[in-house]
């Protein structure tokens, strides 16, 4: 079987196999370097002609990176049953159909075991696009909804939600990387995929685990009621918030100010699911995880998450926690430590504990 993607990454062995197995001709150097040999005038001398491929003469030589650019590609429909099989019997990897709610952030490479990211307090998955591309593995993202949320009573029965609905193609151990009030959902993802045998490898991304009570931080650092009064603005006209109250309270307070600002710019729909996320209750005394679960918590060093108790609670819920710092704040540490969180989650996931 010649594939196009071992020729892509492998020009000389593909080629030789080719010339030998295939063809029954002499192999020659110049097979597997295209752009670097007197073929290439014929490339220039085509241009003339309307059939050429304008794309033809754009690079100088094959890139081995290019051999899954496919996957990145959205496709308008599903596949049909017989192009599936085909795949399967060429030996593709192909991404499985998803729920509305799953999101593919970095589909490559295909091969890697992928990452699970769970939303902020918003639902959404807008803090993770940088880091997706950062890491060394497809990402997928768990984007909350209305429907995932209807008659849900706490965070524990939405952790549970969203464990059943990762696809197969989720190995062990799982991975979970999770952002600010998404931590709090991944911690009891990892418990409920603890009970039912799976190891798990956390990540918290400045973010709390659970559960409320008077020894834990409080919860979005104290602010929770004053943005469910802003949000309850946008949707109750007799609301004690005005519109010119909504875009200019928090001014004094940089973090409120910032929440403020994300509201702002969410739909209706999506405002109504951050209201019920963060309404959503978490009082259930947890288990201690086993060594099922290994995690890492990254804090922002100049966030309050640094400073307030959100570390050490983390710690006494999992035990052997690995710790790391890293520049920014707590809305900003994602996009500007970038490569050093890429890195640190990277090692975390490569050095997980068997």
């Known amino acids: 079987m010649y594939r196009y993607e071992d020729l892509v990454?492998?020009?000389?062995e593909s080629t030789r196999r080719i010339c030998g197995e295939l063809l029954g001709i002499p192999?020659?150097?110049g097979m597997a370097q295209p752009y670097s040999t007197p073929a290439t005038d014929t490339f220039k001398a085509a241009r003339k002609f309307a059939t050429t491929d304008p794309k033809l003469l754009?690079?100088?030589?094959?890139?081995?990176?290019?051999?899954?650019?496919?996957?990145?590609?959205?496709?308008?429909?599903s596949l049909q049953p017989s192009t599936n099989l085909l795949a399967q019997l060429f030996g593709y990897e192909l991404l499985p159909e998803l729920a509305t709610e799953?999101?593919?952030?970095?589909?490559?490479?295909?091969?890697?075991?992928?990452?699970?990211m769970v939303h902020d307090f918003t639902g959404m998955l807008w803090g993770f696009n940088k880091l997706a591309r950062a890491l060394r593995?497809?990402?997928?993202?768990?984007?909350?909804?209305?429907?995932?949320?209807?008659?849900?009573?706490?965070?524990?029965?939405?952790?549970?939600?969203y464990v059943r609905m990762l696809p197969p193609i989720v190995h062990k151990p799982v991975r979970l990387v999770a952002y600010s009030f998404g931590c709090r959902i991944a911690y009891r993802m990892a418990l409920?995929?603890?009970?039912?045998?799976?190891?798990?490898?956390?990540?918290?991304?400045?973010?709390?685990?659970g559960p409320d009570h008077k020894r834990s931080p409080p919860r979005m650092?104290?602010?929770?009621?004053r943005i469910l009064e802003l949000l309850r603005s946008r949707t109750n006209p007799k609301s004690a918030f005005g519109a010119r109250d909504f875009m200019t309270i928090g001014q004094d307070d940089k973090e409120v100010d910032t929440l403020v600002r994300m509201v702002n710019m969410m739909g209706e729909e999506d405002a109504e699911v951050a209201m019920s996320l963060i309404e959503l209750p978490d009082q259930e005394r947890p288990h201690t995880p086993t060594s099922c679960v290994s995690a890492l918590f990254v804090s922002a060093k100049s966030s309050q998450n640094f400073t307030n108790g959100t570390v050490e609670s983390a710690q006494h819920h999992l035990p052997g926690l690995?710790?790391?710092?890293?520049?920014?704040?707590?809305?900003?540490?994602?996009?500007?430590?970038?490569?050093?969180?890429?890195?640190?989650?990277?090692?975390?996931?490569?050095?997980?504990?068997?």
Request: aromatic share 6%.
């Open 9 to 12: 990454r492998n020009p000389e």
């Open 27 to 29: 192999w020659a150097p």
């Open 58 to 77: 754009r690079r100088a030589t094959i890139e081995a990176a290019l051999a899954d650019k496919w996957r990145e590609i959205e496709l308008p429909k």
């Open 102 to 116: 799953l999101v593919w952030l970095c589909r490559i490479p295909a091969h890697a075991q992928p990452i699970i």
């Open 137 to 161: 593995a497809p990402c997928l993202g768990i984007q909350c909804s209305k429907r995932l949320l209807d008659d849900c009573k706490s965070v524990q029965e939405l952790a549970w939600r």
């Open 192 to 209: 409920a995929l603890e009970q039912i045998g799976e190891r798990v490898q956390l990540v918290l991304l400045d973010g709390p685990v």
């Open 221 to 225: 650092g104290g602010m929770a009621s």
């Open 322 to 354: 690995e710790l790391a710092a890293v520049p920014g704040g707590h809305f900003d540490f994602i996009d500007q430590s970038v490569e050093q969180i890429a890195k640190c989650i990277n090692h975390f996931f490569s050095a997980g504990k068997p």
